[in-house]
């Protein structure tokens, strides 16, 4: 690979400090890690084992809250594949992050049946409420976290409730028809958790 190539790389993957990584521990291989990863990959047929890349993606990113570049080169490994392939994989899926979220992950419904729901407006007045500089989010940043890192915010694709928007997710938790009220009662909800 010459130098241009690694460096754009690198430069892909560098590590986007965030409130948040308090309330993940940061990517290590653990004998669990390497363990689950290794009963995933024998899913797949002689051959085929980079396949197993998006699943181990998903127990690395539970695990320690986004994918770092660490973990991109050691899913490579691991799959015996270029660290741009596994990068390959995790620019392309939206719902894989570089950058580490709140504690609590909150992801805006942006799709049009929730957007004529008002999902708009609910995102600005998440971003309000739990003190998060929208301005900051944009393509290459989609992730917005709160100086506490304990909230963060995203906009999403749909969350297949298009008949009760705007909807929300909370971690993995889906809020329909978000109100003021609704919201309010959520944050309490998560707080007192």
Known sequence: MSNS?????????????SPGEKY????EVTAELDAKAAELITHYPEGKQQSAV?????????????ISGEAIAWVGEKLNVSAAHVLGVVTFYPGLRQMCPGKFHIRVCRTLSCAMAGAD???????TRLNIDKSAID????????P????SIEGVECLANCGFGP??????????????EVLEEVIAK????
């Not at 190539?5 to 400090?17: D, G, K, L, R």
């Open 5 to 17: 190539s690694e460096n754009v790389i690198e430069a892909t993957i560098a590590h986007q400090p």
């Open 24 to 27: 993940y521990p940061a990517f």
């Open 54 to 66: 998006l699943p181990i993606l998903h127990v690395i990113q539970k695990q320690f809250g986004y």
């Open 121 to 127: 407006n609910l995102f600005d007045k998440v971003c």
């Open 139 to 146: 393509h290459h940043h989609p992730i917005g976290v709160s």
């Open 148 to 151: 506490d890192g304990l909230w």
């Open 167 to 180: 909807n929300m997710m909370v971690n993995d938790v889906l809020y329909q028809q978000v109100s003021d």
């Open 190 to 193: 998560c707080l007192n958790a």
